[in-house]
Antibody, heavy 116, light 110 residues
């Protein structure tokens, strides 16, 4: 069974940092591009970042460029999102998703709350 | 990276057909046949229902269909059912490993 399980969310103050993780199982992780997608409370979906299967190519939405860094550990079937200089508007549920180039499947999401 | 434009809400009676539009530009929807659609029920993760403009993943009912003309993609739900009440999002590849989602449409079954 294909599974994606996010972790690492929580409450952080503006300007702070947080590292999200996504543990993957049930498919050949090294064969797929992976992504982070977020959804602010009561709002729509927003693509955040993608990383190629090898980890050599990363891309970011303008809203997070320069503050967030996507990475992966192919030996541990894991995807990461390092979030620095967090803003109130980064508050959202963050989902990891496999890309093909459509997003499927998705994890259950982890909530990040940026507030003082 | 502007969001694709979708109607805020669409409604229909059981058994009716509805269509949700998704308007972008020649740099995203019009430039690639990589448009996908997602269904999201409250409190749940999104679920893929259409990919590559008009293809249905296995297990997705055939009353969902997708199409594209120019810079606008469309999702049609034929024979609307109560369980189709949800939020729907389109998504398009926008080149250079970038992606953009639509603004989302709330579907109500009357």
């Amino acid at each position: 069974e294909v599974q994606l399980v996010e972790s690492g969310g929580g409450l952080v103050q503006p300007g702070g940092s947080l590292r999200l993780s996504c543990a993957v199982s049930g498919f050949t992780f090294t064969s797929y591009e992976m992504n982070w997608v977020r959804q602010a409370p009561g709002k729509g979906l927003e693509w955040v970042s993608s990383i190629s299967s090898s980890g050599s190519t990363m891309s970011y939405a303008d809203s997070v460029k320069g503050r967030f860094t996507i990475s992966r550990d192919n030996a541990k079937n894991s995807l990461f999102l390092q979030m620095n200089s967090l803003r109130v508007e980064d508050t959202a549920v963050y989902y990891c998703a496999r890309n093909n180039p459509f997003f499927d499947p998705w994890g259950q999401g982890t909530l990040v709350t940026v507030s003082s | 990276q502007s969001a694709l434009t979708q109607p805020r809400s669409v409604s229909g009676s059981p058994g009716q057909s509805i269509t949700i539009s998704c308007t972008g530009t020649s740099s995203d929807v019009g430039g690639y046949n990589f448009v996908s659609w997602y269904q999201q029920h409250p409190g749940k993760a999104p679920k893929l229902i259409i990919y590559d403009v008009s293809k249905r993943p296995s297990g997705v009912p055939d009353h969902f269909s997708g199409s594209k003309s120019g810079n606008t993609a469309s999702l049609t739900i034929s024979g609307l059912q109560a369980e189709d009440e949800a939020d729907y999002y389109c998504c398009s590849y926008a080149g250079s490993s970038l992606y953009v989602f639509g603004t989302g449409t709330e579907v109500t079954v009357l």
